[in-house]
């Protein structure tokens, strides 16, 4: 290898060690500082500028600024945050982060939250972040918690700490996938448990989680906070569905 091939080599494996190749075309990546090739980056659903004021979906109804969903639904959180929309090349990052067990392109994308969260000024919003804790089985099964990274990610950026293991799961829910509304919400109730109540309690919490489809689990998560003494409770989210009324 020459010299220049082997200082590309180092400088790929320094930022994104595997194969320095875009997840999703395979590309092979030279000087990108991001786990994808400029035009995979620009394809993924970015959340543009017109959301809805409660959840941060990319859908709002006229003169409400909510969307479907936030009209008909009330939330336990305050705000919510979020990337981009679980379709398409969104959806493959959640999976590859998922299932795939991409820890570094978690605390990516958390980093990328950071830094919208920062651009709007929500260090003044939040004291503590706390990532939506998978119950003890599926973590051993899956060997880390996907929200956890994320939350790496975000608390570099902000320099806020984040609290690992004051939230707890302690109802091992089945997946919520292909649940309607109802169903989710009724699986998810009494799930979680705050262990140590002097660590929230008037606190301003930020929740993170990876995907925020009916937030019946962030609605759960922030109840739980809020019995305990949190004083309010924001999310932030890698991807969110789109409204679906049940
Ligand atoms: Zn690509
Ligand atoms: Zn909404």
Not at 41 to 59: D, F, N, S, V
Not at 98 to 127: C, H, P, R, S, Y
Request: glycine share 8%; proline share 3%; net charge positive.
């Amino acid at each position: 290898m020459s010299i220049y091939g082997s200082i590309k080599e180092m400088i790929r494996e320094g930022l994104f060690p595997s194969d320095g190749r875009c997840i999703f075309c395979k590309k092979l990546l030279l000087f990108e500082p991001n786990p994808f090739c400029d035009s995979c980056l620009e394809k993924i659903p970015w959340i543009g500028q017109k959301t809805c004021k409660k959840c941060g979906k990319e859908e709002v109804i006229e003169d409400t600024g909510l969307c479907t969903d936030c009209i008909h639904w009330e939330h336990q959180y305050e705000q919510g945050i979020t990337l981009f929309t679980y379709i398409g090349n969104g959806k493959k990052i959640i999976q590859e982060i998922k299932f795939d067990g991409n820890k570094k392109l978690a605390q990516w994308t958390g980093k990328k939250v950071g830094q919208k969260l920062k651009k709007q000024n929500w260090q003044q919003k939040i004291q503590t972040i706390v990532p939506v804790p998978l119950h003890e089985n599926r973590r051993r099964e899956r060997g880390f918690n996907q929200s956890e990274e994320i939350a790496k990610g975000i608390s570099s950026i902000l320099s806020i700490s984040m609290l690992k293991n004051s939230l707890i799961r302690v109802k091992d829910t089945p997946h919520q996938t292909g649940l309607m509304r109802n169903q989710r919400q009724e699986n998810i109730k009494k799930a979680f448990q705050i262990v140590d109540i002097e660590s929230v309690q008037d606190k301003k919490v930020l929740l993170v989680d990876d995907v925020y489809t009916t937030g019946a689990t962030i609605d759960s998560c922030a109840k739980t906070l809020k019995q305990a003494g949190a004083k309010q409770v924001y999310f932030a989210v890698l991807a969110i569905g789109k409204s679906r009324i049940e």
